[in-house]
């Protein structure tokens, strides 16, 4: 994510944090460096032009170039800026004082727009204990209503839907059901078109006065830059949205569309969506993004993540087990579920602050996973908590029943030994990168 601009950052950045001494000229250079980042990424051009001009100001005033550190100083003012321009604080979601809160989605047909109305139900019911409705008003495309059902399923949420091509009754009736039913959410998913046109904003413009919702979201595909920021205001200009959702932003290495959006049409990022599962979406953090797209890392981001699926006392008889040397086979299998319930490998792998830079290039692959837990799978009870039993008939049974091969096997084993010593000593936070390194050493990443 943004893999260009942050290096192009960091490396303008590097340039005068390293100097003992900075001056007018220097930051005017840095400057100039940044500005052609940003314009790389495709950042609006007047977004870039004000951007670099306030770190200019600020970072030609006597204060920094006067501190006794003011390359620290100057980082610290571009990473100011970044959370300005993303858009200074979180911005949440509006909520109704009388339920249901109606949630009015919007966008052009490719942007994620259904898969995002099934995931912001998903998020809704597992962290804010909301019980969601969808209505399925995209009534132009039977694929689209399949498409939600069949999402909504997964996540055990109703939908709502008729069979005449009524947008606005749909609409209304979902928000009727949800009272019926005492459900607290109802989040309307509406038609797409391949480009903004006039049906398209007068269907939506009509469903917001229908149902008067509570929140107005606008769906947007990150990847197209600035194509999506235009699209943003021609639909912020007819029906004044409340905030934008970026989607694919796992796929979108250049950053346009996230550092240009909020000043552009004023209105704020909510929503970030990185990748295709139900669960891969996340509140959108601008102080958390600016420090990513810096190389600092998201390290709360991380935690939030690994919370969400801790569970105290498995944690303590994993701990106790770690230090009495028992860790086995069995704990690794469990501790490997837990690491994929957490998401995208690779997108956790950027949240560890110097990790995306040291594993550059080097694509962590999730079904590295799948042969790893085959192995384990195949062995017996006996042979997961004490590996040291496994002589070659064993290990060529369990090559056999798990596809893989002896040498594979051999090389888990190696690593896992490795890990165990590893666990007993490592207890900063500062060599968690190690431990990622040695999951990118299994012997299934190609």
Known sequence: MFDDLSEKLESAVQTITGKSKISDVNIAE?????????????????????????????????????????????????????????????????????????????????????????????????????????????????????????LANQIDVPVYSIEQKDAVRVAKEAVSMAKSLALDTVIIDTAGRMHVDEKMMNEVADIKKAVNPHEVLFVVDSMTGQDA??????????????????????????????????????????????????????????????????????????????????????????????????????????????????GDINQLVGMIPGASKALQDQEIDEDAFKPIEAIINSMTPEERQDPSILNGSRRRRIAKGSGTRVRDINELIKQFDQMKKMMKTMSKMGKMGRAMQSLKNLPFGS
């Open 30 to 150: 840095t400057v100039r460096e940044i500005r052609r980042a940003l314009l790389d990424a495709d950042v609006n051009y007047e977004v870039a032009k004000e951007f670099t001009a306030r770190i200019k100001e600020k970072a030609m005033g006597s204060d920094v170039l006067t501190a006794v550190n003011p390359g620290q100083q100057f980082t610290k003012i571009v990473y100011d800026e970044l959370r300005e321009v993303l858009g200074g604080e979180r911005t949440d979601i509006s909520v109704a004082d009388v339920p249901p809160t109606v949630i009015l989605i919007a966008g052009l047909q490719g942007s994620g727009k259904t898969t995002f109305t099934a995931k912001l139900a998903k998020y809704l019911k597992e962290n804010n204990n909301r019980n969601p409705i969808l209505a399925a008003a995209d009534v132009y495309r039977p694929a689209a209503i399949d498409q939600l059902k069949s």
């Open 229 to 342: 920021v235009n699209t943003a205001k021609e639909f912020n200009d007819r029906i004044n949205y409340n905030g934008v959702v970026l989607t694919k932003l796992d796929g979108d290495t250049r950053g346009g569309a996230a550092l240009s959006i909020k000043k552009v049409v004023n209105k704020p990022i909510k929503f970030v969506s990185m990748g295709e599962k139900l669960e891969a979406l996340a509140p959108f953090y601008p102080d958390r993004m600016a420090q990513r797209i810096l190389g600092m890392g998201d390290v709360v981001s991380l935690v939030e993540k690994a919370q969400e699926q801790y569970d105290e006392k498995k944690a303590q008889e994993l701990q106790a087990k770690i230090k009495k040397d028992k860790f086995d086979l069995e704990d690794f299998r469990a501790q490997l579920q837990q690491i994929k319930k957490m």
